[in-house]
């Protein structure tokens, strides 16, 4: 029910161009409901990197659409019972940077491999205790 997948971006429109495709395609199309497109410097097995990206790439405005009447099953928790009909709705969900200025979205900040390490020497004992 959940597909996200990751794309280097090429043009205008690739990542919603995308999510539209694999929202289509058998395994996405059946009892799907959400599609979220990420750019390639996103794990998409990764949930938190993947919320992550939602969270600081995603204007809810512009970057989710629904599709509506698509392909569902008598199996959907959602689908009543009583239901002769099944169709649900997919949210597509770009979490990419936008396209349009994405050479000047702001970096990534993260912590240096080197820091990380450092840091995990100094309290990495502490941290495993607490646990």
């Given at each position: ?30 009892m ?22 939602m969270a ?14 698509a ?11 009583s ?8 949210a597509?969900?770009n ?30 004992a ?5 646990k």
């Open positions: 029910m959940l597909t996200v997948i990751s794309i280097k971006q090429a043009y205008a429109g690739h990542a919603k161009q995308a999510a539209l495709i694999a929202c289509q395609c058998r395994p996405g199309a059946y799907g409901r959400f599609v979220i497109v990420v750019d390639e410097d996103i794990d998409p097995s990764d949930s938190y990197d993947m919320l992550w990206a600081t790439r995603t204007d809810p405005e512009k970057d989710i659409d629904i599709v509506r009447q392909w569902a099953s008598k199996e959907d928790p959602l689908i009543h019972r239901s002769r009909v099944y169709y649900n709705s997919r597509i969900i979490a990419c940077r936008p396209y349009e200025w994405i050479d000047d979205f702001p970096p990534v900040s993260a912590t240096s491999a080197e820091l990380e390490a450092k840091l995990v020497e100094k309290y990495g502490m941290i495993s205790e607490e």
